[in-house]
């Protein structure tokens, strides 16, 4: 199994003229090479069994650019997942269908264009910000998209999932979404979002199950869970994406990080919405098992 970031809110280096990865080189002169860019989004390209799979668009068409410059054909994705239905993720939709003519894209049966961060003014007043997929893509794009319900496999050894009531219910997601400020609109009013349009990638490979999560909204250590209530008796042996932690206290995700220990995941590796403290305590608690993510990383299992 072969990953790569293709878009990440870190940068982190330059890819050279052979394709080979330097993170945290810069540009020397004479040296043919394409710098990669960042963004706050997250886009991963996996191969797998002889498939190849692209998990999210970032933001914009940056994630295209950066693939080119690392020597990735979009055209030859067989299929696309839609982790959930937020811009920094959705946003290059477009971008990939023009690309490739062929692949379809996995959304959750509850995504839709109705995502809003909400702003508490004062008193009852908040002022609902916009954050979903671009509006009109749903339709626009109605022949390329498949909705999934349920456990979903896709592939051989691939599938996804989406949250689970009886691990995490959906009056506490909703509750984490409330100390988030994120909601969806429906029949003309605003609640705080479920995440019933998140879902899990997840890969049984040799070395145990690996699980994709972009954003872990409902928490990256209940993900965990839902993913042994699934698979019982499997190991699950990697997480990755970004785990919402960017506007959390201290005390919160050292003991978030230490749930996540108990759960023995050997590897884990996060950005995106994780944060740059939060990734120094997850590091402190986690070790070795806590790895950067950054533009241009390529992971093997």
């Known amino acids: 199994m072969l990953v790569k970031i293709l878009v990440d809110n870190i940068a982190g280096g330059t890819v050279f003229a052979t ?60 299929s696309a ?45 908040a002022y609902h910000e916009y954050i979903g997929i671009r509006r009109g893509y749903l339709k626009r794009f109605a022949d390329r998209i498949r909705f999934v319900e349920g456990d979903d496999q896709i592939a051989p050894n691939v599938y996804l999932l989406p949250h689970k009531d009886s691990v995490v219910s959906p009056e506490t997601r909703a509750g984490i979404a409330q100390a988030a400020g994120l909601s969806v609109k429906e029949n003309g009013r605003y609640r705080y979002d479920s995440f019933d349009h998140e879902q899990s990638l997840v890969f049984d490979t040799p070395e145990g199950l690996f699980v994709m999560n972009s954003c872990s909204h409902a928490g990256a250590d209940n993900i965990v869970k839902e993913v042994e209530a699934t698979f019982p008796g499997k190991k699950i042996y990697g997480i990755l994406g970004g785990f919402h932690l960017y506007r959390y206290k201290d005390e919160a995700v050292y003991a978030f990080a230490k749930r996540l220990l108990e759960l023995d995941v050997q590897k884990i590796y996060t950005g995106h919405c994780t944060g740059n403290r939060a990734f120094e305590i997850l590091h402190e608690v986690l070790g070795e098992r806590a790895c950067q993510m950054f533009t241009g990383m390529s992971i093997e299992v």
Request: proline fraction near 4%; glycine fraction near 10%.
């Open 19 to 78: 394709n080979y990865y330097v993170p945290g080189n810069g540009c020397a002169p004479g040296n043919n090479c394409t710098p990669l860019c960042g963004e706050w989004g997250l886009s991963v390209y996996i191969e797998f069994k002889g498939n190849r799979y692209l998990l999210d668009t970032g933001a914009s068409r940056r994630f295209a650019s950066n693939a080119a410059a690392m020597g990735i054909d979009l055209s030859k994705v067989d």
């Open 81 to 125: 997942i839609l982790s959930h239905a937020h811009y920094d993720h959705a946003n290059g939709l477009a971008e990939f269908f023009r690309i490739n003519e062929k692949a379809s894209c996995f959304l959750r049966q509850g995504a839709s264009e109705n995502c809003y961060h909400t702003h508490k003014l004062f008193g009852p007043f």
